[in-house]
């Protein structure tokens, strides 16, 4: 715990204590709440009883720092050993009361004995208990809700007497804010038939003494049911605060934190599995901790789904599991009769499933968790509920935000396998499903905007936290204090053009998310290429701009020769004064890693006494080949047929070379910068790589350098990687032309889409341009084309033919930019038509999504030639003797991809890939070991060297 002094004053965070009623369905979304608390300056105790922590399974691989800073203790409940099967939920709830209260109170007064007082309790209604105690001990309190706020209305208007159900034929009923129900659309705890009248009192006892809350959070978001919302507000504060999940699906403010963490379950692998299936195609069941179905249930899903054909991913919890709860016995020999179209588990990562791209469709219990779920990561609903609120949430899944079907029950009380069929059936194949779909699409978004910054969440979430946090004076000490204690700080200084700032920046964020401090040093006139970049990156990572002699921006006639000497002159000048101010100031620098074009920031690193680290933007197979030509060992004879055999690569021939090395005439600089990266490389600290082992293994093996690269990439976001959802959350100028390209892909089918894109550099002649227009026409398949606006020196490039525009425009979309991992990541795209950049490169393999490739110069002919013939994930357009590639080259190339068996097998290779990226860069990877490794250095490094 960090304590500083202030003015004579011991100053500490404020501390928030959160209790959840110990199920899963209510520690998840309260665990997740507890960490966005953690964003902020605030301490956090997270609750639960004896027997729960027992149970309790660590969940999330990655460790997201959040889930670490959260403090974690244990009451009794009266039942450490668990409940027998005898227990009523009344006795329980009156046994966990009298036991609860005395161990809270016990708890509390520990904390403030060891320094850490509570100042608000955040507690589920269900142990309303907790509020008294909070009111004896003159702490704020705060309910927290887990239902959604058309389920509170209906609990609290029943409560309060204005509404009544006494009729089981009663056809409709009027409740404010609500649409029009039926019984069947009402939580069946209200039904008058009700056989759990306990589990009725313990909802309704939620009211019985919320008043004394200060402050009431649902576990909504205001877009989502603004209507039951504003019908409440004159008799409840409520403030939305969700939706609830873990931010790698939704804010992504941390790409790390990709679950909930903590989990009573243990979890299956399957998501290998479902890397082998088409995007869009398994139908995902599972029917949430608790609900047990009975034998007609189960057979009748059972024989539904292998009647429907399609793919599926089926969770069904061990019969008596947990504690006595009976059914889910599945049919007998239904295992073996689906094997290898289905698979069946006890559990798995629910949210990892959600995103992934093979999942079309989600027949769901409708459980609120799993409803927001679904809602987060748009994915289109077939209700089943069971009891509850599921029956609520099913009517507003079909009825109000359109997001799916409801299964209808027959005579005699169940989902016949037949009308599941239907549900799945219009759902992914038919006109119903295409409507379905684009709403899923569109609450998607507004779940994410709910919860980024100034989203309605989110800004009740910083409305609840203000009287809590400390001054800003006092904040800073706090950070600085913390700074200095813990985290190493590191500089990372990137070439100067987009293509280099990114995965710099990538590899800050994940720096950051294994402890470090890092901060991005950049040009002033580079600002707007930051503020273009990756908005959850910048969020954890620091800026500073130094001078390169160009404040006001490059001229017009600039060379890159005279820009070189000039960013080499000034930038060795300004970054030492970077260095020597954060030396005064703090925090102060341990290490910095710099572009290995920018050789001459070692001599800056060392000399200021700190240790400097390269970083190689290119690929290994392309380094070894710079290093080699940079040694004299690699000659390149310019000669048509000449073959080049060389350690760790596929035989080469000159086309496969990098540009620069063939054609060398006139790219004299550009020649002399590459090669200059292997100058003095042997002196750096440390030599890291955007690739990784899995990737470039035989390279990684059979190359002898005298430099030894440690492999961290791909350098990408890791919500794109590992949590598998994401959309981009850039701001301003390029935030229209986002929603406009997403938007139009979630128009389209599956797999149907050719993206196009040459990167943010390159400039295509008139011809080129023509050859590409004609063949996307010609081919029929709907194209989303990236053309860039040329530089001022590239003028008379990337020009359209005339008409173009006009004749295609039911057919494709052409934009002059877009979030280019968004859109490869989209279930809609089958084919990526490239110019082979690395970083383009590392995004198709990381979202796997067979590419053509185009190759222009520099490494693209390398990286061309990896893609189709040694990663198989590709074809290569050919150019003609004019440097062109033509249209029907280029309509081959399309046809092979998107289309029959050759395209199959690509798909295939493509999705084996994108399971290996995940690999890599998940906890205990390849690169994720690496990235551990170099921390472990600059800590140590540090901690050594901070006081000296």
């Known amino acids: 715990m960090v304590a500083i002094m202030e003015k004579g004053k011991q100053t500490r965070r404020p501390h928030v204590l959160v209790f959840p009623y110990p199920t899963q369905g209510h520690i998840n979304p309260m665990l997740q709440f507890a960490k966005c608390l953690t964003r902020e300056l605030l301490s956090v105790t997270f609750v639960t009883s004896t027997f729960v922590t027992q149970s ?29 099967r005898k227990d009523s939920i009344a006795f329980y709830l009156e046994k966990f009361k009298i036991t609860g209260q005395v161990a809270l109170t016990e708890l509390i007064a520990r904390l403030v004995a060891e320094g850490y007082p509570v100042n608000c309790i955040v507690y589920d209604p269900l142990l309303p208990w907790i509020a008294d105690v909070s009111e004896n001990l003159e702490i704020p309190s705060a309910a927290f809700f887990t239902q959604s706020c058309a389920v509170f209305a209906l609990y609290f208007r029943y409560h309060e007497g204005s509404l009544s159900i006494c009729d089981e034929k009663a056809e409709t009923m009027e409740v404010p804010g609500l649409p029009m129900l039926g019984l069947q659309d009402i939580p069946s705890f209200l039904a008058p038939s009700n056989p759990y009248p306990a589990h009725l009192d313990l909802l309704l006892s939620q009211f019985s003494n919320l008043d004394k809350a200060q402050y009431l959070f649902v576990n909504s978001f205001y877009e989502l049911e603004e209507e039951a919302i504003v019908s409440l507000m004159g008799r409840w504060p409520i403030k939305t605060i969700g939706p609830m999940v873990p931010s790698a699906f939704t804010d992504t403010m941390d790409p790390s934190d990709r679950s909930f963490g903590l989990s009573l379950w ?37 024989w539904g789904l292998l009647q429907n054909q399609k793919p599926f991913l089926w969770v069904v919890r061990p019969p008596g599991v947990p504690q006595g709860y009976m059914g889910n016995e599945l049919p007998v020999g239904f295992v073996d009769e689906v094997k290898g179209r289905g698979l069946v588990v006890e559990w798995c990562p629910q949210l990892e499933v959600l995103s992934h791209q093979s999942v079309g469709c989600f027949v769901t219990h409708c459980g609120w968790n799993s409803t927001l779920e679904g809602l987060s990561l748009g994915v289109p609903l077939v209700a089943i509920p069971q009891w509850t609120d599921q029956l609520t949430n099913a009517k507003y899944v079909e009825d109000v935000w359109r997001v799916g079907l ?11 396998r037949g009308e599941l069929e239907r549900c799945i059936r219009e759902i992914m194949d038919g006109d119903r499903g295409v409507e379905i779909k684009k709403n899923a699409a569109k609450w998607k978004i507004l779940a994410m905007m709910a919860r980024e910054i100034s989203g309605t969440s989110h800004r009740n979430i910083e409305d609840f936290q203000k009287p809590f946090k400390p001054s800003e004076m006092v904040e800073e000490t706090l950070k600085m204090e913390e700074d200095k204690s813990k985290s190493a700080h590191v500089l990372l200084l990137p070439y100067p053009i987009q293509g280099h700032i990114n995965p710099l920046l990538q590899f800050a964020d994940r720096l950051v998310g294994k402890g470090l401090k890092a ?26 701009y130094i001078s390169d002699g160009h404040d006001d921006g490059l001229p017009s006639d600039y060379s890159s020769e005279a820009y070189w000497a000039t960013l080499r002159r000034v930038g060795s000048q300004t970054l030492g004064d970077l260095i020597a101010r954060l030396n005064e100031e703090g925090p102060r620098p341990v290490c910095l890693i710099y572009d290995s074009f920018l050789t001459w920031a070692l001599d800056v690193a060392h000399a200021y006494g700190i240790l400097g680290v390269t970083f190689l933007t290119q690929s290994y197979a392309v380094s070894s080949i710079y290093s080699l030509c940079h040694r004299s060992i690699l000659v390149v004879q310019r000669e048509p047929g000449a073959r080049y055999s060389l350690p760790g690569l596929p035989l080469l021939s000159l086309q496969d070379l990098p540009s620069f090395i063939v054609q060398s005439e006139g790219n004299g600089f550009f020649l002399d910068l590459l090669l200059g990266q292997f100058k003095n490389i042997e002196k750096a600290d440390y030599v890291l790589m955007n690739s990784f082992d899995s990737l470039e293994s035989k390279v990684s093996e059979e190359t002898a350098e005298p430099w030894s690269p440690k492999m961290i990439g791909p350098a990408l976001p890791l919500a794109y990687l590992v949590g598998r959802n994401a959309r981009s959350t850039s701001t301003g100028d390029d935030q229209g032309r986002l929603v406009n390209c997403l938007s139009w892909l979630d128009e389209r089918p599956v797999g149907s889409v050719v993206y196009v894109s040459f990167g943010s550099i390159a400039a295509l002649s008139v011809e080129q341009m023509e050859e590409i227009a004609s063949a996307l026409r010609s081919s029929k398949w709907p194209f989303l084309w990236v053309v860039r606006i040329p530089f001022a020196h590239q003028q008379g490039g990337n020009q359209l033919p005339e008409g173009f525009l006009e004749a295609t425009f039911q057919q494709g979309l052409v934009v002059p930019w877009c979030p280019q991992l ?11 038509v490239t110019h082979c950049g690395w970083n383009s490169t590392l995004e198709g393999l990381s979202q796997g999504v067979p590419m053509v490739a185009a190759p222009l110069r520099s490494d693209q002919p390398t990286n061309s030639k990896f893609i189709f013939d040694v990663w198989k994930v590709g074809v290569c357009a050919e150019v003609d003797g004019n440097e062109v590639i033509r249209k029907g080259e280029l309509e081959r190339c399309i046809r092979e991809v998107m289309e029959g068996e050759r395209g199959a097998e690509l798909r295939r290779n493509a999705h084996r890939w994108r399971g290996l990226t995940t690999e890599a860069v998940a906890e205990g990877g390849t690169s994720d070991n690496n990235i551990k490794e170099l921390v472990a250095t600059l ?3 540090h901690l050594n060297n901070y006081h000296k």
């Not at 409801?406 to 016949?416: E, L, T």
């Open 266 to 302: 243990e979890e299956e692998e399957c998501l290998v599995w479902l890397d082998t299936k088409p995007i869009g195609s398994v139908v995902y069941v599972s029917f949430g901790s608790l609900v047990g179905l009975d034998e007609t249930t189960m057979s009748e899903i059972a």
């Open 519 to 544: 901060t991005l040093v950049a040009p002033v006139r580079s600002r707007d290429d930051i503020r273009r970049a990756d908005r959850s990156a910048l969020t954890s990572t620091n800026t500073e």
């Open 822 to 832: 968004d859109v490869l990541a989209h279930r809609a795209v089958g084919c990526f």
């Open 406 to 416: 409801r299964a209808r029950v027959n005579d005699m009380g169940f989902v016949s």
């Open 56 to 84: 309790l399974r660590n969940t999330s691989s990655a460790k997201p720092l959040l889930l670490q800073s959260i403090r974690f203790e244990t009451i009794s409940d009266g039942f450490d050993n668990g409940r027998s």
């Open 939 to 941: 800590s140590n490094f």
